[in-house]
Every structure is written in structure tokens, then in C-alpha cells.
């Protein structure tokens, strides 16, 4: 990935468009674009499941607890992971995560070539505007889509159904309340840093004599770290779930 690659060749003369050919940067974005296909695939599965058990938690809190439906979907995605890897909560997650990295990875190795000898500031606060305005559209799109599939009341079933069918009366749709937003904002910010900021930092200060190459350093801690990330994101998921389904109870 980018990150990858600034550590192996530091030091870029500048990029000019007529040396297209002769540049590196083709081939350097094509190893990003792989890279964040294999990255998405690898963690995906697991924030699936995650997401899947925060969303089913906030609907029915009494009747789904989060660890028991974590347990149960992660057993899932490894008792059946060609079916699960098709499943639509698996696209619309790995199609987030795969946007978010490309745009990070593709602005930032971009960055870098068309500037001689980049200002470190300048590079990471670009890659992490460019980041956050495509995660946060994608992010609520995926949001509203897992509450759709899973947030559904579904017990009573049939009854509910036909009594939807029958001339339901116009209901004025609820405001979304400023403080969920907010907390979803927040829990975005900690994903986008989780997934692009921190892993070169962690990377960094780790010892070279601890992995075999610095390629395999950062694929590691690109791997490792969003996935902790979780440990803070998802309680304030669920305290942003909450707010909008009791949006009478949020100030």
C-alpha cells in the first residue's frame, strides 16, 4: 500500500504528467488497489459480524445480547464463508471499507509524487479530508441498509403485515436527533484513523527485527488495528443506535 511503499523508497523526484511511462506511480496505485481489495476481504468478514450484532442489539436488546450474536455470526462466517462472503451485509461492509481505502491510499500515494520531498502535514491532512468525505455518505448508507435488514420488527409478522397493507395513514417521519448524528460522526472519525492514520505511527515505532519486511510490518498493522478499533467505535454505535431509536430520550 502507499504507506508500504514510503517506507521502502523514501525519497521521489517529482512527478511529471509527460513521464507517465517512466514514473512508478502506475504501477505503485495498481499495488494499492490491490492491496485494499485483499484488506477489505480480510477484515470485512469480521466487522460484518460486528455491525450485524450491534444493530440486532440496539432493535432487541433483551432477546439478541451482543456477545451471544457476535459468537454466532463470526461461527458462521467460518462454518460457511463462500455463503457469507455473497451475503449483502458482507458487500455493502467490504465495498465501505474497500472505497475508504482505496480513496486513502490512492490520494496519499498521489500526493506524495506530484510533491518533492511532501510536507508530512500537508499529505496526511489531505488523505484524511479526501477519506472522510468518502466514508461518511458510504458510512450512513451502510448504516440505514443494516438497520433495514436487520433492525426490522419481525414478531408478530403476518398480523403487522396486513395491517401495513390496509390504507396505512400518512406518519410524519421523525427528525434525526443532532446528538446521534454526532456520535456517528465521532465513530467514523475513530474508523478513518483506526484504518488510516494509526497503522503507520504503530508501524514506525515497532522494532525491524520483529517482522521479516517492512511490507509485512504495515500489512499487519493495517490489518490488526482497524479491527481493534472496534473496541471504541462499537459501544458508541450503539449509544448513536439508541438515540435514533428513542429520539425522544436524546437531547
Avoid at 508500504?4 to 523526484?13: D, V
Avoid at 517529482?14 to 517512466?22: E, L, N, T, V
Avoid at 464463508?81 to 451475503?87: D, I
Avoid at 436527533?177 to 515505532?205: C, E, H, K, Q
Wanted: charged share 15%.
Amino acid at each position: 500500500m502507499s504507506l508500504i511503499t514510503q517506507q521502502i523508497a523514501p525519497e521521489r523526484p517529482r512527478f511529471a504528467w509527460g513521464d507517465w511511462k517512466a514514473s512508478t506511480l502506475p504501477a505503485q496505485l495498481a499495488g494499492d488497489l490491490g492491496s485494499e481489495i485483499v484488506s477489505a476481504t480480510l477484515i470485512s468478514s469480521l466487522l460484518t459480524a460486528t455491525d450485524h450484532a450491534v444493530v440486532e442489539n440496539a432493535a432487541w436488546p433483551a432477546r439478541n445480547p451482543f456477545a451471544q450474536t457476535l459468537k454466532t455470526n463470526i461461527i458462521c462466517s467460518f462454518r460457511n464463508p463462500r455463503r457469507f462472503l455473497g451475503t449483502q451485509p458482507f458487500i455493502i461492509i467490504w465495498t465501505l471499507y474497500a472505497a475508504t481505502y482505496a480513496t486513502a491510499n490512492i490520494v496519499e500515494t498521489t500526493a506524495r509524487h506530484l510533491t518533492q520531498q511532501a510536507d508530512e502535514l500537508l499529505v496526511q491532512s489531505v488523505t484524511f479530508l479526501s477519506t472522510i468525505t468518502v466514508n461518511i455518505p458510504l458510512g450512513a448508507w451502510k448504516d440505514v441498509r443494516f438497520v433495514q435488514i436487520f433492525g426490522r420488527l419481525s414478531a408478530p409478522g403476518a398480523a403487522q403485515i396486513e395491517a401495513a397493507k390496509t390504507a396505512p395513514p400518512p406518519v410524519q417521519r421523525p427528525k434525526f436527533p443532532r446528538t446521534a448524528a454526532s456520535t456517528f460522526l465521532i465513530r467514523d472519525a475513530i474508523t478513518i484513523f483506526g484504518a488510516v492514520n494509526l497503522p503507520p505511527m504503530v508501524s514506525v515505532s515497532l522494532q525491524e527485527d520483529k517482522f521479516a519486511n517492512p511490507m509485512l510490518k504495515m500489512a499487519t498493522m493495517q490489518l490488526l488495528i482497524p479491527v481493534f478499533s472496534q473496541i471504541f467505535a462499537t459501544p458508541i454505535h450503539l449509544l448513536g443506535l439508541d438515540m435514533y431509536s428513542h429520539p425522544n430520550g436524546a437531547s
